[in-house]
Every structure is written in structure tokens, then in C-alpha cells.
């Protein structure tokens, strides 16, 4: 059986990177750090880090190991969460630690890496079938810096709308 991993190349500080990511995305944990046993071409034996660790059920590795290529938009981590509160205390913990805002409910945090903190509903309101409330809710969005869910709802209008977990089920 295939298992998916994301991996991440950091410069420097990953530790520091994935104790962040763990403290402020919940279920959420550090698995197995190790350094690369070889010389390589990043540097000799033992100042390579790996770094397993789990985003609410997500795997990923961080590596340490010196300059490449920087973070940039092509890859990002979604965050769907289910509430303005959940939204506000992860996308303010970003910001606090050096991060960046950006459009449409994207930061950077301070080593590069893209993030979008949205609301679970996002997605369901823009594939809803009633094509002009989807419209209206999504220039609503793109709008916003940090996504504002009453905000979101109110453009999306009344009526019937149930909203699912998630973009994936």
C-alpha cells in the first residue's frame, strides 16, 4: 500500500518550523528526527536534519539542509477549519510569529512557506449549484485578507446550504 508524504526543504531552523506547526495546527505531532549519516552534497555527515512529523493526520518531512529553492505560491498547506474563531487564533499565531498576510485568506509564515487558513464552508459555497450565490460569495472572498465567515454568509444569501466537511469528501 502507497503512502503520500509532503516534504519540505528548509535553509535553516526546521525544528523550530515544525514545533510551531504542531503547537498551532491541533492533532497534530512530531514523529522521528534524525540526521543523515553520510557526507552529502548539503554538507557532512550529521548536519542534515529530518524531521517526521503529522498536520492533523497529514504526513510530512522537513529537511535541513542549507539554501536551494525558497518556499513560493506552488505549493501550500490548506488549513479548513470549522469555525471564525479557529480561523482568527491560527491565522493570528502565523502572524505573530513573523509571518505575512495575504490575499484571499493566504499568509506567509517567516520561513516561506505559503499557507491558506479558510473555512470548511468555502468550498461548498463555491461549488454550490445555485451558480450566482457561488459567484457573489466568492468575489466576496476575493476581497478579504483574512477570510471574515459572517462576511462570506452574507454575501452567499439565504437559503438552503449544507455544508460538508471538507473539499475531499
Not at 516534504?7 to 504542531?22: C, I, M, N, P
Not at 536534519?49 to 529537511?63: E, M, T, W
Request: some cysteine.
Amino acid at each position: 500500500m502507497a503512502k503520500v508524504t509532503s516534504h519540505l526543504w528548509f535553509e535553516k531552523d526546521a525544528r523550530q518550523a515544525v514545533e510551531f506547526y504542531v503547537a498551532t495546527i491541533p492533532n497534530s505531532a512530531i514523529g522521528r528526527t534524525t540526521d543523515v549519516a553520510a557526507d552529502n552534497p548539503s554538507g557532512p555527515a550529521g548536519s542534515v536534519k529530518i524531521i517526521g512529523f503529522v498536520l492533523d493526520d497529514q504526513n510530512f518531512i522537513a529537511l535541513e539542509a542549507g539554501p536551494l529553492d525558497p518556499f513560493n505560491h506552488s505549493f501550500s498547506i490548506l488549513v479548513e477549519l470549522d469555525s471564525q474563531a479557529e480561523i482568527d487564533r491560527i491565522w493570528n499565531a502565523f502572524l505573530d510569529n513573523g509571518g505575512k498576510s495575504e490575499q484571499c485568506g493566504w499568509l506567509r509564515d517567516r520561513w516561506g512557506l505559503s499557507w491558506q487558513i479558510v473555512p470548511k464552508i468555502l468550498g461548498d459555497m463555491a461549488a454550490h449549484p445555485d451558480r450566482e450565490r457561488a459567484r457573489r460569495a466568492t468575489e466576496a472572498m476575493l476581497g478579504m485578507v483574512k477570510i471574515d465567515v459572517a462576511a462570506l454568509e452574507k454575501a452567499f444569501g439565504e437559503g438552503e446550504f449544507a455544508a460538508q466537511s471538507s473539499f475531499f469528501e
